[in-house]
């Protein structure tokens, strides 16, 4: 498929497409075209009839009360395009990607490669870079074996989506040159820390060609250290384009101390096999 047919399928697909050839332009979503008009009506109301300026002040307060909750609702697209499944592409075989987060970890990471190996899977890393930088030959291997890296902030500050848009560029754009350091490959998705964000996010992405992904579903493998039920929420049912979370750094631990991830990959990937779903990159559903 060529690359108007699939911008063509993400536009359908996803709402709003963003890239334009080689060019990438922003354009405001609907909610913040709401909210501005929101801001001059209140200020209109409010210098046409001083009376009202306490309702004028309640819209305000309710609008970015709107704008917060879209930015805690990690699945929303109401700030702007963001990945909750994978494009359809007409007649590509069936897939599913698998996304892991918060790595690359020293213990953790290299047993992973190992499952995805022995199931000749392939899955999308969303790597820190600070975790990058302290562990380069990790994140050498993580791509050598056919996996990709991508941008999950550089330090995975858990005040990111309260920050400005000068320091949340700088988050992103310090990882995206950790990880190109590292591995000689520029990530061409992001990742919100915990998938938090705030308005400032769409811009900085679109200026630095960065597409928003967030997940069709998670396991919660941070806190629950319950493969089975973790396991469920993945699994339950697996289809076609699904875009699934799992964590190899900050891993929650089960039996015996071992990351839950450890318990629950070889069987996602065994149920994938068994209803014909290939685990491919995010990056070859572009
Ligand atoms: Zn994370």
Redesign the pocket.
């Known amino acids: 498929m060529n690359g108007r047919d699939t911008r063509q399928q993400d536009a359908g697909e996803l709402g709003a497409c963003r890239q334009d050839g080689a060019a990438w332009h922003w354009s405001p979503p609907p909610l913040l075209y709401a909210s501005a008009a929101v801001h001059l009506g209140a200020a209109a109301a409010a210098l046409a009839r001083p009376r009202v300026w306490p309702w004028a002040l309640c819209a305000l307060a309710a609008n970015h009360v709107a704008l917060a909750a879209a930015g805690l609702w990690p699945r929303s697209q109401l700030l702007g395009p963001n990945w909750i499944r994978l494009p359809t592409h007409k007649g590509a075989a069936a897939r599913v990607a698998i996304t892991i987060?918060?790595g690359p970890d020293p213990e953790v990471t290299p047993q992973v490669l190992a499952q995805l190996a022995a199931h000749r899977a392939l899955a999308t890393f969303?790597c820190v870079g600070d975790r990058v930088e302290r562990h380069p030959d990790l994140a050498r291997d993580i791509v050598s074996r056919g996996h990709t890296i991508e941008n999950?902030s550089q330090r995975?500050r858990h005040d990111f989506s309260l920050l400005g848009p000068g320091s949340m560029s700088a988050e992103i754009s310090r990882a995206q040159d950790s990880i190109q350091r590292a591995t000689g490959s520029r990530p061409r998705f992001f990742r919100a820390?915990?998938g938090l964000r705030n308005p400032f996010l769409d811009p900085v992405l679109t200026r630095l060609q960065l597409r928003l992904v967030s997940w069709t579903r998670r396991g919660f493998d941070t806190v629950n250290a319950d493969a089975d039920a973790v396991y469920r929420r993945l699994a339950n049912p697996l289809q076609d384009g699904d875009i699934l979370l799992l964590?190899d750094g900050n891993a929650a631990r089960g039996r015996g101390g071992k990351p839950v991830i450890l318990e629950v990959l070889p069987r996602l990937l065994d149920a994938a096999a068994s209803s014909q779903l290939r685990p491919v990159t995010l990056r070859s559903a572009l």
């Open positions: 987060d918060d969303f999950h995975h820390p915990a964590h």
